[in-house]
């Protein structure tokens, strides 16, 4: 038998398993080990009970109702480019087939590093297919950090998009000894190397590998096997290989589709970084579940074009952190601020209208306000047509806090945003906000078939947020100790968030475990509540960071919001234009962070020190008061490393950027 013949026919020894047996045999809910199983958290009656399926046979009954159906579109030279269910499902079968014959073993890692697009949820559920376990790799992530994941999770073959992230493997590659292959899928190459190879070449590779061997790879595997890892962001500590099963990606969609009135032919714009639980939740799980079609953004999505994109696509669901809703805020804002009096005027009576019309209907209201119709036709559809979302049936946030600022903005535009709640642990939602049963600030009521707890709460309601649910992961790939720090005995999900239930049932995150400031004197601090009253007393703070664990009182990192260049997004020194206007409107002429700096212009700090002033004066007590704190030169960026991919502060990250800044503040 040729080399590659018998390396190909051990592959498949290895990937092949018992096919006799609806699930593989488990006796515990969490397990470390890659091929390992774990036992289902099922009911005996209602939605908890369905039965268990693989993400493929999802996706083969899928391709059966809807094969006809457009799964995925993309714009290529200035024309949109569709691909059925038929086609995604023929396509990932071949790149299944290539990913044999490269040599990936049953759960090897297969990891994914490039921007949204049909290649990536191709990769995706090819390697599922094959028998692998999909990973994928921020783009933003340093070689470090590539290696890091790569390593830790022993990724066979790695899939780059250009020969920018290409660079960043090639200078790992030596230390990655599990690496068997590299394929570019974005670009050309620029020069040819051993082992890397062009999409079309890697598409065309396992041509030979027959169906029937590829059909008894997907044959032996079970629901409650590991399908996928997502990475955590890191935000608390060093990121972790969260495993998911089948079943927890199966059943968490059937059970999210129906809470939500998910539909045959709905639409959705893929723009957040696919590495997130949320964006694979949203843009190829669930399409896939239901027979949705997934538009993909150009890869400047965040650098400006998302909204173009919006405008042509007019998608019918559209899910957004919190910061992206709060730039759209801000846009609008300043687009507000150059019109006429006359032109305010309308729109700010046309919004008070479109906030009585969003509470009329989120609580259960039929009529609408007399005036309705007409501040709908003067301003709200023209705002809606705007933002492309005039066919949007679900506006959604998560993964972060969100004002109710912003929310109440998005209310009068009669665009009210729903908050879900959930982690990479749970593989997206276990709590979710809808029209029907809305709270201003909730997450919203857990899903049917889930459960929540609130552990040791104090006297008024707050505790630790424990779920349930078949949707929870198996554990933290070859960490033990971090598995059973998040599972209890008895199999809750220990989430770290601090939250309580109001009568009705509607969850409210009111802090975080791991972001607890304690001071010096013994005072446990949610910060996030002191920093978000800060931001909305003073408008043109971009972000505040809470300084004072083990320290005698509490400081505060203050950055002021900035224009930020449309290529590299990083923030420029120039202040942002209605942060101008503010200025204007005080006073003051600074144009630039560096001016209000450099003369500590005593305008702008007198108007932060009384916004802070007001913060101090809602404390309740003395010691989660602030008494210092100081501008930064420069607003937070990913590259920079203070935010996460989906723009949660990085505190661990900040406290060690700035730690001269911080000790500057404690100098007495």
């Not at 369905?50 to 024309?79: H, S, Y």
């Not at 396992?206 to 629901?223: E, R, Y």
């Not at 935000?235 to 972790?240: E, F, H, I, Y």
Request: charged content about 25%.
């Amino acid at each position: 038998m040729p080399p590659t013949e018998r390396k190909f026919s051990t592959v498949l020894e290895k990937n092949k398993g018992p096919r006799d047996q609806t699930l593989a045999p488990a006796d515990s809910l969490w397990t470390t080990a890659r091929d390992g199983a774990v036992r289902l958290r099922m009911e005996e009656t209602g939605p908890g009970s369905e039965p268990p399926v693989t993400t493929i046979q999802m996706f083969q009954d899928t391709v059966q109702r809807f094969g006809n159906l457009p799964a995925l579109a993309v714009k290529r030279d200035g024309q949109w480019q569709t691909t059925t269910y038929l086609q995604y499902h023929q396509q990932c079968r071949a790149a299944a087939k290539s990913f044999l014959k490269l040599g990936l073993e049953r759960f090897q890692s297969v990891g994914i590093l490039g921007c949204n697009s049909p290649e990536w949820f191709i990769a995706d559920m090819g390697a599922i297919m094959a028998g692998g376990l999909p990973v994928g790799i921020y783009t933003t992530s340093s070689a470090d950090g590539c290696l890091y994941v790569a390593k830790n999770c022993s990724t066979s073959i790695l899939m780059v998009e250009d020969h920018q992230q290409l660079e960043k493997i090639l200078q790992i590659k030596d230390q990655l000894p599990h690496l068997k292959a590299i394929v570019q899928y974005g670009h050309e190459l620029k020069e040819k190397r051993p082992n890397l190879y062009t999409w079309k070449e890697f598409m065309r590779f396992g041509s030979d590998v027959t169906d029937s061997i590829l059909d008894d790879v997907i044959a032996s595997q079970k629901p409650n096997q590991c399908c996928m890892l997502v990475y955590t962001s890191g935000t608390t500590g060093g990121a972790k290989g969260v495993m998911l099963s089948h079943d927890n990606v199966t059943w968490l969609m059937k059970t999210v589709g129906k809470a939500t009135g998910v539909r045959e032919g709905d639409i959705g714009v893929s723009y957040l970084p696919l590495s997130h639980v949320a964006a694979q939740y949203l843009d190829l799980w669930l399409p896939m579940c239901f027979g949705g079609t997934t538009y993909f953004a150009k890869p400047d999505a965040l650098k400006g074009s998302l909204v173009d994109t919006l405008r042509e696509v007019r998608p019918t669901q559209f899910l957004a952190v919190p910061r992206i809703w709060e730039k759209i805020q801000e846009n609008l804002e300043a687009t507000d601020s150059t019109s006429s009096r006359i032109q305010r005027t309308i729109s700010t009576w046309a919004k008070g209208i479109g906030l009585a019309a969003s509470l009329h209907h989120v609580n259960g209201t039929r009529s609408m306000p007399w005036s309705y119709s007409l501040a709908n036709y003067l301003v709200l559809r023209k705002v809606h047509a705007r933002l492309g979302l005039d066919r949007c049936l679900r506006y959604q946030t998560g993964s972060a806090p969100i004002s109710k600022d912003t929310l109440e903005y998005f209310m009068a535009l009669n665009l009210p945003i729903m908050q879900l709640y959930g982690l990479s642990e749970n593989n997206g939602p276990h709590t979710i906000s809808m029209l029907s049963d809305f709270r201003l600030t909730s997450c919203g009521k857990t899903l049917t078939g889930c459960k929540t707890t609130i552990h040791m709460p104090d006297k008024d309601g707050n505790g630790e947020v424990c779920l349930w649910g078949r949707h929870l992961f198996m554990g933290y790939l070859n960490m033990e100790e971090k598995t059973m720090e998040a599972l209890d005995e008895e199999g809750w999900l220990h989430t770290g968030d601090i939250g309580k239930f109001d009568k009705d049932g509607f969850l409210y995150i009111t802090g975080r475990i791991k972001e607890l400031v304690i001071t010096a004197g013994g005072e446990n601090i949610p910060p996030v509540p002191i920093e978000e009253a800060l931001k909305k007393e003073v408008p043109i703070i971009s972000n505040a960071v809470l300084i004072g664990d083990k320290r005698k009182f509490l400081s505060m990192l203050i950055t002021l919001k900035c224009t930020v260049d449309p290529i590299t997004l990083e923030p420029k020194d120039e202040l942002a234009p209605d942060v101008i206007q503010f200025c204007q409107q005080l006073g003051s002429r600074a144009t630039r962070v560096s001016d209000v700096i450099r003369s500590k212009d005593p305008v702008i700090y007198k108007a932060i020190q009384e916004g802070l002033d007001r913060v101090n004066q809602r404390a309740v007590s003395r010691a989660q008061k602030v008494q210092k704190w100081t501008i930064l030169e420069k607003d937070f960026t990913v590259d920079g490393g203070e935010l996460s991919p989906t723009m949660k502060l990085k505190r661990f990250t900040i406290l060690s950027l700035y730690e001269k800044v911080i000790d500057e503040l404690y100098k007495m």
